[in-house]
């Protein structure tokens, strides 16, 4: 579950990425200097930078609530059989109920000691002791069924709680994240035009750049075809990216599941050395590991850089990405 704290940082970090966005905005539309692509490509990195963490912890509350989704489902199916016991047996303590109440509690008695002789006498008081234990153990069945219902349905309860809380809290991010993508769209057609999408080759070079075979070279070549496909925040194909759904996407067609947040990826992978790289392996970029890739050989990456562009290609060694690290799944 997304705890409070989780929820708020998101928060700080987007209201200072907002001033940062109308800031820069502002700076791009003063007559008096207009900044070069350059500088207007230094801007988007920047903000990109502050604002590509919020869109992974988005990912990450987004799949924690459809994972807490999927737990009241099996709850819910899982509890019908006895909810359906409660409640035939709950009609039948209402009848008795109803019984009592109109003929009095005595009524049985009086029926049994009228309607036979001092010779049966012993039978009726049997039959008697018998009515009377069958009408409390319906009672006490009832009220034990009722106990384990409520102690099933408690979780339940706390789990559509929990994720009404979440789905409020994802709504209010999706709206803050979409805010800020359009602000830097503004400073993207800037530097590029009506398109919005950077320049140059988005495959300079064969894709995957080195063959080889495996689930690492299935989910390789997975990804280089997906290039030209546009970069769509919170999405994981099969017709948009973001950087974490390029590689779980990828990696899903090699039958390798991937959580769809860049944190988990990490956690899920096991650690390999920039020596031991092979075409599949996954590429993490900044300390926090905000953004990543995939590797595809001759030292080259996949991946779905930022919003208004496009799956591409670049150089391992880019300076605008700082490596943290690489990993392995599978």
Same mark, same amino acid.
């Given at each position: 579950?997304?705890?409070?704290?989780?929820?708020?940082?998101?928060?700080? &970090?987007?209201?200072? !990425?907002?001033? &940062?966005?109308?800031?820069?905005?502002? #700076?791009?539309?003063?007559?008096?200097? @207009?900044? /070069?692509?350059?500088?207007?490509?230094?801007? =988007?990195?920047?903000?990109?930078?502050?604002?590509?963490?919020?869109?992974?912890?988005?990912?990450?509350?987004?799949? *924690?609530?459809?994972?807490?989704?999927?737990?009241?489902?099996?709850?819910?199916?899982? =509890?019908?059989?006895?909810? &359906?016991?409660?409640?035939?047996?709950? #009609?039948?303590?209402?009848?008795?109920?109803?019984? !009592?109440?109109?003929?009095?509690? @005595?009524?049985?008695?009086?029926?049994?000691?009228? /309607?036979?002789?001092?010779?049966?006498?012993?039978?009726?008081?049997?039959?008697?002791?018998?009515?009377?234990?069958?009408?409390?153990?319906?009672?006490?069945?009832?009220?034990?069924? $009722?106990?384990?219902?409520?102690?099933?349905?408690?979780?339940?309860?706390?789990?559509?709680?929990?994720?009404?809380?979440?789905?409020?809290? $994802?709504?209010?991010?999706? #709206?803050?994240?979409?805010?800020?993508?359009?602000?830097?769209?503004?400073?993207?057609? %800037?530097?590029?035009?009506? /398109?919005?999408?950077?320049?140059?080759?988005?495959?300079?070079?064969?894709?995957?750049?080195?063959?080889?075979?495996?689930?690492?070279?299935?989910?390789?070549?997975?990804?280089? *075809?997906?290039?030209?496909?546009?970069?769509?925040?919170? @999405?994981?194909?099969?017709?948009?990216?973001?950087?974490?759904? !390029?590689?779980?996407?990828?990696?899903?067609?090699?039958? +390798?599941?991937?959580?769809?947040?860049?944190?988990? *990826?990490?956690?899920?992978?096991?650690?390999?050395?920039? /020596?031991?790289?092979?075409?599949?392996?996954? +590429?993490?970029?900044?300390?926090?590991?905000?953004?990543?890739?995939?590797? +595809?050989?001759?030292?080259?990456?996949?991946?779905?850089?930022? #919003?208004?562009?496009? +799956?591409?290609? @670049? %150089? $391992?060694?880019?300076?605008? $990405?700082? =490596?943290?690290?690489?990993?392995?799944?599978?």
């Amino acid at each position: 579950m997304a705890s409070a704290r989780v929820l708020t940082r998101p928060r700080r &970090v987007a209201i200072a !990425l907002a001033a &940062v966005l109308v800031a820069v905005v502002g #700076t791009g539309t003063n007559a008096e200097a @207009t900044p /070069s692509i350059s500088d207007i490509e230094g801007q =988007i990195n920047e903000s990109w930078n502050k604002l590509e963490p919020l869109v992974e912890q988005y990912n990450e509350l987004h799949s *924690q609530l459809l994972q807490n989704q999927g737990k009241v489902a099996t709850l819910k199916r899982q =509890i019908e059989p006895l909810q &359906v016991q409660v409640d035939l047996t709950m #009609t039948r303590v209402s009848a008795l109920s109803t019984q !009592l109440y109109e003929h009095g509690a @005595t009524s049985p008695l009086d029926a049994l000691l009228n /309607s036979g002789t001092p010779a049966t006498m012993a039978d009726q008081l049997s039959t008697l002791d018998a009515m009377a234990h069958r009408q409390s153990d319906t009672i006490q069945g009832a009220a034990d069924l $009722l106990a384990k219902y409520n102690a099933q349905k408690q979780p339940l309860d706390r789990l559509v709680a929990t994720e009404s809380v979440q789905d409020a809290s $994802l709504a209010h991010e999706k #709206t803050t994240i979409q805010k800020q993508m359009d602000n830097l769209q503004v400073l993207r057609r %800037q530097a590029y035009g009506a /398109s919005g999408k950077a320049g140059g080759s988005l495959q300079p070079v064969a894709c995957p750049a080195e063959l080889t075979t495996g689930k690492g070279a299935i989910a390789a070549k997975t990804a280089c *075809q997906q290039i030209g496909k546009s970069y769509i925040w919170a @999405t994981a194909g099969p017709r948009t990216f973001d950087c974490s759904g !390029l590689t779980l996407y990828a990696w899903g067609k090699a039958g +390798v599941t991937l959580g769809h947040f860049t944190g988990w *990826q990490w956690s899920e992978t096991k650690s390999v050395s920039r /020596s031991q790289l092979q075409p599949g392996d996954l +590429v993490f970029y900044f300390s926090d590991h905000h953004h990543m890739g995939m590797y +595809v050989g001759d030292g080259w990456v996949v991946h779905a850089p930022t #919003t208004g562009d496009v +799956v591409r290609m @670049t %150089q $391992l060694s880019n300076p605008y $990405l700082p =490596i943290a690290g690489f990993r392995r799944p599978g």
